[in-house]
Nanobody, 122 residues
Framework: VQLQASGGGLVQPGGSLRLSCDASGFTLDYLSIGWFRQAPGKEREGLSLITKNSGGTYYTESAKGRFTISRDGAKNTVYLQMRNLKPEDTAIYYC????????????????WGPGTQVTVSS
């Protein structure tokens, strides 16, 4: 069983990145998937969630309007499309799974993969 976030990198302010959350050994469709980030010296912050079954989505204020979460069942992958990135978006980004979460609250998530670094800088 493995969960892996990827797609991070260095991007200029105003740029875009698409993060992927890939799973092996289990099916993401049956779980709610959340995206989180943690900047140096700060607490882990919830960004977005896509629910199991219905695929409903939720965004926190930090993500609303700039980030889009989506799911590709055929690829067993959940994406986080990020646009108009700002220096304050610099952080390690994580995806996590839950069988009960309806909001991206870290304590509601059970399984976490290694994060991917996103750096927004000119």
């Amino acid at each position: 069983v493995q969960l892996q976030a990827s797609g991070g990198g260095l991007v200029q302010p105003g740029g875009s990145l698409r993060l992927s959350c890939d799973a092996s050994g289990f099916t993401l469709d049956y779980l709610s998937i959340g995206w989180f980030r943690q900047a140096p010296g700060k607490e882990r912050e919830g960004l977005s969630l896509i629910t199991k079954n219905s695929g409903g989505t939720y965004y926190t204020e930090s993500a609303k309007g700039r980030f889009t979460i989506s799911r590709d069942g055929a690829k067993n992958t959940v994406y986080l499309q990020m646009r108009n990135l700002k220096p304050e978006d610099t952080a390690i980004y994580y995806c996590a799974t839950s069988n009960r979460a309806v909001l991206p609250i870290a304590d509601e998530f059970d399984y976490w993969g290694p994060g991917t670094q996103v750096t927004v800088s000119s």
